[in-house]
């Protein structure tokens, strides 16, 4: 199994989230849909989670978690996730959520693996905080899915 550090994971995460924020802010210029546009933009500007669950954490803490390595061997560490979830600019704002869980669904997987892969206490408890912030988010998307808002 291969030996990465967090910081390697963490960035791999982080340049899905980029990927992800660059969809919605396409698909928000693309669609002539209003509550798609609204929903899309505001899916683009909230992907920045995993920052936030970064800064809660003493600098000096994070450079030690960091710096771990990891014997991680990734299954969900690519961009499969997108596979069959491409949304046109016809798309209606159900079909936006039901992508915004999907790729919420990736990034658990990811972050699953790399906590029961991870040796030190301290790291698995950072991957289980991005895990709940990802599973929060999915509860939020299926609500708002659900009120049938846009």
Known sequence: ???????EILLH??????????YYRELCR????????????????????LRTELEKLDPEELRRICAMPVHYQPEAA?????????????ATAAEVLDAAVTFDQCLVKLYRQAAQQAGDGRVR??????????????????????????
């Open 125 to 150: 408890e950072l991957f289980e905080s991005l895990i709940r912030s990802e599973e929060r988010d999915e509860v939020e998307l299926k609500k708002i899915k659900a009120m049938n808002y846009f």
């Open 78 to 90: 690519d961009c499969r996730c997108f596979t069959g979830v491409t949304p046109s600019s016809e």
């Open 30 to 49: 693309e669609t002539p849909h209003e509550g798609v546009q609204l929903l899309t933009d505001y899916m683009s500007r909230h992907r920045k989670r």
């Open 1 to 7: 199994m291969p030996v990465t550090s967090v910081t």
């Open 13 to 22: 995460a982080e340049r899905f989230e980029d990927v992800l924020a660059e």
